[in-house]
């Protein structure tokens, strides 16, 4: 009998972008708190057994869209080929006085019978204790979204769709996962906004001047430049692998992006044993005047 040896990835999950996002998809911790109604938890695969050519298949059209598009596919995989639930709709536009007023992430039945109104959203956003033109802390790299806006739209409007459109819906969920970045000298507030859940995932911001920050506390590592839709999981890579960066390059690349482009920069530092090389830290490298941009 072959074993993994102790601490080493299997080969699926090495090798497999989207085995290691559905996994994260699925069991990374919720963005937001939800009450024990809304906790209602469906089937966690063993991830050795999920078809990884199938789930890539199916994914593979979703991996020319925006992130939020990709995760809503890894979401729907889960519930359809994983959990066997029944979708009754998918992207339901609903209607009022000939106008469209909405749309409906996902509508299903789950294994009592019971239809669900789910909404699914995946969001990144950077804490910035100061004062901006937001009137949020919790701010998008691109500083047009925030968490509370989310929030309202999602809660106020979105899932409140269902009541009047769909009467035959008996649990209306969120599903929202993500991460939250600070910078390394201003911690998270002690009070966190309604609904943020007091356990989501964290990564940290530097602006570009402070760089070398990564460096200073990591000691040597390797780095990777994160491409949308590729946000999700944790960087995972072979030492060999063309896209890792040293330090100088590493710069090198983003101090010729930020002389065009105001854009945040989404890198993952990573450390290598052996033959695998791991992230140890997610950090969105931002512009001098961000978030004023």
């Known amino acids: 009998m072959n074993h993994q040896p102790e601490n080493q990835p299997s080969q699926n999950v090495l090798q497999s972008q989207p085995l290691r996002d559905l996994k994260w998809a699925i069991s990374s911790p919720s963005l937001i708190t939800q009450s024990s109604e809304e906790q209602h938890l469906f089937e966690v695969p063993d991830?050795?057994?999920?078809?990884?050519?199938?789930?890539?298949?199916?994914?593979?059209?979703?991996?020319?869209?925006?992130?939020?598009?990709?995760?809503?596919?890894?979401?729907?995989?889960?519930?359809?080929?994983?959990?066997?639930?029944?979708?009754?709709?998918?992207?339901?536009?609903?209607?009022?006085?000939?106008?469209?007023?909405?749309?409906?992430?996902?509508?299903?039945?789950?294994?009592?019978?019971?239809?669900?109104?789910?909404?699914?959203?995946?969001?990144?956003?950077?804490?910035?204790?100061?004062?901006?033109?937001?009137?949020?802390?919790?701010?998008?790299?691109?500083?047009?979204?925030?968490?509370?806006?989310?929030?309202?739209?999602?809660?106020?409007?979105?899932?409140?769709?269902?009541?009047?459109?769909?009467?035959?819906?008996?649990?209306?969920?969120?599903?929202?996962?993500?991460?939250?970045?600070?910078?390394?000298?201003?911690?998270?507030?002690?009070?966190?906004?309604?609904?943020?859940?007091?356990?989501?995932?964290?990564g940290s911001w530097l602006h570009l001047s402070e760089l070398s920050r990564l460096t200073a506390q990591h000691g040597e590592l390797r780095f990777l430049i994160r491409e949308k839709p590729d946000w999700l999981s944790a960087a995972l890579c072979s030492k060999t692998e063309n896209r890792l960066l040293g330090f100088n390059e590493l710069q090198q690349q983003l101090e010729t992006h930020f002389q065009h482009n105001h854009r945040p920069i989404l890198i993952s530092a990573l450390t290598c044993q052996q033959s695998v090389c791991r992230e140890v830290e997610r950090t969105f490298i931002v512009s001098e005047s961000w978030p004023q941009i």
Request: with cysteine.
């Open 47 to 202: 991830f050795q057994t999920v078809d990884v050519l199938h789930l890539e298949n199916y994914l593979a059209p979703y991996s020319h869209f925006r992130i939020g598009t990709y995760f809503e596919g890894l979401v729907l995989y889960w519930l359809e080929h994983i959990c066997r639930l029944k979708i009754i709709a998918r992207h339901q536009q609903i209607f009022e006085a000939n106008q469209t007023i909405g749309e409906i992430d996902i509508l299903f039945e789950d294994e009592a019978g019971v239809v669900n109104h789910w909404e699914i959203a995946v969001k990144f956003y950077l804490y910035d204790p100061g004062e901006n033109h937001t009137g949020s802390h919790f701010v998008g790299p691109n500083v047009k979204d925030t968490f509370e806006k989310k929030m309202r739209r999602l809660f106020g409007f979105q899932l409140p769709l269902s009541q009047a459109h769909f009467p035959e819906v008996t649990r209306r969920q969120a599903f929202v996962k993500g991460m939250i970045f600070y910078h390394p000298d201003h911690p998270a507030p002690t009070r966190l906004p309604e609904k943020l859940s007091p356990t989501h995932l964290r």
